[in-house]
C-alpha cells in the first residue's frame, strides 16, 4: 500500500510561479521512477515531466525551459517548479510513481497515482 500526496496547487497570474511537491509513503522498496502529468478538462492526461532513478530529467516540449523537476530519493519525494506559467498550463497535476513494493513474499513494481492537485493560470 502506497500514497502520494500532492501539495502547492493554486491560483496565479500568468507570469507566476508555483511549487509543487508530492510524498510517497507506504510500502516502499524502492521508487523506479517518479512523474508529474496533468489533466485539463475534456482532454486526456498528459505527462509534463518525469525522471527515472539514476537517470536526468525529461520534459513536455510545452513546459521545458519553464518548468524543473528534481527528485529527493532518500525522501520518496518529487518537486516540479513552475515558472512563467501560461493559461494553458491550467490542469490538474497528478503526481506518479512507479514503486517496488513487497507483495507477500514477492516484489513487484505498480504504479500509483496522487489526488492532484489543481492549478489555475489566470489573470
Known amino acids: 500500500q502506497v500514497q502520494l500526496v500532492e501539495s502547492g496547487g493554486g491560483l496565479v497570474q500568468p507570469g507566476g510561479s508555483l511549487r509543487l511537491s508530492c510524498a510517497a509513503s507506504g510500502n516502499i522498496f524502492s521508487i523506479n521512477a517518479m512523474r508529474w502529468y496533468r489533466q485539463a478538462p475534456g482532454k486526456e492526461r498528459e505527462l509534463v515531466a518525469g525522471i527515472i532513478t539514476g537517470g536526468s530529467p525529461n520534459y513536455a516540449d510545452s513546459v521545458k525551459g519553464r518548468f524543473t523537476i528534481s527528485r529527493d530519493n532518500a525522501k520518496n519525494t518529487v518537486v516540479l517548479q513552475m515558472n512563467s506559467l501560461k493559461p494553458e498550463d491550467t490542469a490538474v497535476y497528478y503526481c506518479?510513481?512507479?514503486?517496488?513494493?513487497?507483495?507477500?513474499?514477492?516484489?513487484?513494481?505498480?504504479?500509483?497515482w496522487g489526488q492532484g492537485t489543481q492549478v489555475t493560470v489566470s489573470s
Open positions: 506518479n510513481a512507479d514503486v517496488n513494493v513487497k507483495i507477500f513474499s514477492s516484489y513487484n513494481q505498480r504504479a500509483y
